[in-house]
């Protein structure tokens, strides 16, 4: 994408110089002192008009970037304060509760990330569609999830063929960078650019792959358009493999909710 953005850029300029070679051209006619046609004056006005336009959509574009950095810089900042914060106010939750003799509950998550494990073989279709609207049609792909009773209900019905818990920040961030499409135009696009989030989400105010991220992780208003923008993450099998994929994950298999341990199996698997 860089080379062509780079290839348009290059485009620009040569027609920017094409047209200050024509616009010099005519008035080197017109100082001859020969009578010059109406149709070439017309040309020559019309030449130097989009010159003019050209330069200025130029700089402008410019302006606008040197301010969408600015404004992600600023954003990115904040979000690292925020998380920052979280952690300490947790960690103050937990000291609390410890000096009064009992211990912290962590809140009920609201984010989950599932990853199909099994294959097709002996499988009912209520189970195949459950696992088609949840966007997993193949072996190891991974999807966010908002948690609610519908989802859970959903996810019960095809346990046995995946696995599932609550990623945390490094996880999210890792998925999304490391494996993270979009879906432009109905096309599967690499994350490669700012720009790609600013023009399929910037309406709903994600302009960058920091504004994406903390959509996800907190399950914020606009997740549902945030995660549909997300393709599925094609996940690779995991380092060191599966301990028995038809067993539950309590029973020391893998299949089912594995909560906050879901985290180092994406490790392995990313």
């Given at each position: ?140 792909n991974g999807v966010f999830l908002k948690v609610n009773k519908a989802t859970m209900n959903m996810l ?79 996940l690779k099998a995991p380092l060191g493999g599966l301990k028995k994929k038809r067993n539950h994950y ?21």
């Amino acid at each position: 994408m860089a080379f062509l953005a780079g290839a348009s850029l290059a485009y620009t300029f040569l027609d920017g110089a094409l047209i200050a070679a024509e616009i010099k051209e005519m008035a080197e006619v017109a100082k001859s002192g020969v009578a010059v046609p109406e149709s070439v004056l017309k040309k020559q006005k019309r030449a130097e008009e989009w010159a003019l336009a050209k330069t200025k959509e130029v700089e402008e574009s410019k302006k606008k970037k040197v301010e969408t950095r600015k404004l992600i810089c600023k954003k990115a900042r904040d979000y690292a304060q925020e998380y920052e914060n979280q952690d300490k106010e947790l960690i103050q939750l937990k000291r609390e509760a410890r000096l009064k003799g009992g211990f912290y509950v962590n809140p009920e998550a609201k984010l989950l990330f599932i990853v199909r494990i099994r294959g097709i073989n002996a499988m009912h279709p209520t189970t195949k569609k459950i696992l088609q609207l949840l966007r997993l049609r193949q072996i190891f792909n991974g999807v966010f999830l908002k948690v609610n009773k519908a989802t859970m209900n959903m996810l019960h019905r095809v346990e046995p063929y995946v696995t599932y818990g609550y990623p945390n920040l490094k996880s999210v961030r890792e998925l999304i960078y490391k494996r993270g499409y979009g879906k432009l135009n109905k096309q599967r696009i690499p994350l490669t650019d700012n720009a790609l989030v600013d023009q399929a989400l910037g309406k709903f105010g994600i302009i960058c792959m920091e504004d994406l991220i903390h959509e996800i992780l907190t399950v914020g208003p606009h997740f549902k358009e945030a995660n549909n923008f997300l393709w599925p993450f094609q996940l690779k099998a995991p380092l060191g493999g599966l301990k028995k994929k038809r067993n539950h994950y309590v029973e020391g298999g893998d299949a089912g909710n594995r909560e906050d341990f879901i985290n180092e199996l994406i490790r392995r698997m990313n």
